[in-house]
């Protein structure tokens, strides 16, 4: 019976979907604004936000999303490394919407926006004109253009841009409002904070923290609209059981690093073999150097933005690649001795610089600083 509703659900869809005006609301809708909390999985690191129609005289009860994808697009990891994979809105049942967040035990939240009937038909118009097959699909941005933002942006101009957004001066950067949700997974935040460049650490404006649907939640919560409340006091529709994240101090990425280079030194120091130092040097290399392609390829060759410049790229440097495949061998090449004799002090330059303005380099990084700057200093001694 539940799979013949959901088959005549998208046949309904279908048929609006093709005319803008299909659908009338009557006086007692409701459009409100869903904000999830954030799950285990990459891409529900940081919540998620959708729009729910409610309508009983209609018989409707539905939640437009724009945080949908396909895996089976064309090229799906390489347009999704270059920041060219389509997203697209979607449309699909409350309670079906709900089933997988109380699967995945992720609280719910809805605000009930305070709009008239004739601004509450102008969104419904908008959402339905949106989810016609040549608007439905763009090009996700995780910053600028996501899920939550479009959600933002709709409701804006359903009220003509006119809604007065309250909040105090931002004190936080991209990098501090990822934090709140990276630390649960310090791997993960290692990650992005390497691929992230130094524009990530700029202070960013009002507007620009609403990409985080919590935030756009606070904001909608203390937001204006004709000089009264944008959205009516958030209600929780569903409270996930809490969590406690498991994160270990001796499994962080600093605390590994630091423990690994420790080790490794005092390795180097008491058996003061050639071979064995080129042995370790060289799967080091390789692994900077990969890193260092990727940092060049974001900067460069993607539509990511924030991703230029990125400091990493003194520690994570593409020669490194090169570089690797000659510190195998007997006696360096000149032009790979003068190399290590440079990055050595790019390194150094770079460790130095890290104190004294603090640059986008995450500090678990740092001591990659050192133990790079160490394999230099040991590989130019052996060639002397």
Not at 26 to 48: M, Q, R, V, W
Not at 59 to 74: E, H, K
Not at 81 to 86: E, H, N, V, Y
Not at 345 to 372: D, E, H, Q, R, T
Request: glycine fraction near 4%.
């Amino acid at each position: 019976m539940k799979t013949k509703i959901f088959i005549l659900f998208i046949l309904f869809l279908c048929m609006f979907a093709r005319n803008t005006s299909a659908i009338k609301l009557t006086k007692d809708a409701t459009i409100s604004i869903l904000t999830c909390a954030p799950g285990n999985e990459l891409y529900s690191l940081f919540g998620h936000t959708g729009i729910r129609v409610t309508d009983k005289a209609n018989y409707l009860d539905i939640v437009f999303n724009y945080g949908t994808f396909d895996f089976n697009t064309q090229g799906f990891y390489f347009k999704f490394a270059r920041g060219l994979l389509p997203y697209q809105l979607s449309c699909s049942d409350f309670d079906r919407f709900m089933a997988s967040y109380v699967y995945e035990e992720r609280s719910v939240y809805s605000q009930i926006l305070n709009l008239d009937s004739i601004q509450k038909q102008r969104l419904m118009d908008l959402l339905v004109e949106n989810y016609q097959p040549q608007n439905r699909t763009y090009l996700y941005n995780f910053l600028y253009d996501n899920c939550t933002t479009r959600a933002r942006d709709i409701v804006e101009k359903s009220t003509d841009n006119s809604i007065t957004w309250i909040a105090e001066p931002s004190t936080k950067s991209f990098w501090n409002m990822l934090d709140e949700y990276l630390c649960r997974s310090q791997w993960t935040q290692w990650g992005i904070h390497t691929i992230l460049g130094s524009p990530a650490t700029s202070i960013v404006t009002t507007r620009e923290q609403m990409f985080l649907p919590d935030y756009l939640m606070y904001r909608l919560d203390s937001a204006y609209f004709n000089g009264k409340p944008l959205v009516e006091p958030i209600k929780v529709i569903y409270q996930a059981p809490d969590q406690t994240p498991n994160n270990p101090w001796y499994i962080s990425p600093f605390f590994v690093f630091a423990v690994c280079t420790l080790a490794l030194i005092l390795l180097l120091q008491k058996y003061r073999s050639r071979r064995l130092l080129k042995a370790i040097a060289i799967p080091f290399f390789i692994i900077t150097g990969i890193i260092g392609c990727l940092i060049v390829f974001l900067c460069f060759f993607t539509k990511h933005p924030t991703m230029y410049p990125n400091f990493n790229a003194l520690w994570a440097n593409p020669l490194n690649l090169i570089a690797a495949f000659f510190i195998g061998k007997e006696k360096l090449p000149w032009i790979i001795n003068k190399y290590i004799f440079v990055y050595l002090y790019i390194l150094i330059i770079g460790f130095l610089l890290w104190f004294l303005f603090i640059p986008a380099v995450p500090y678990a990084s740092m001591v990659i600083f050192v133990w790079m700057i160490y394999l230099c200093i040991r590989l130019r001694q052996v060639q002397k």
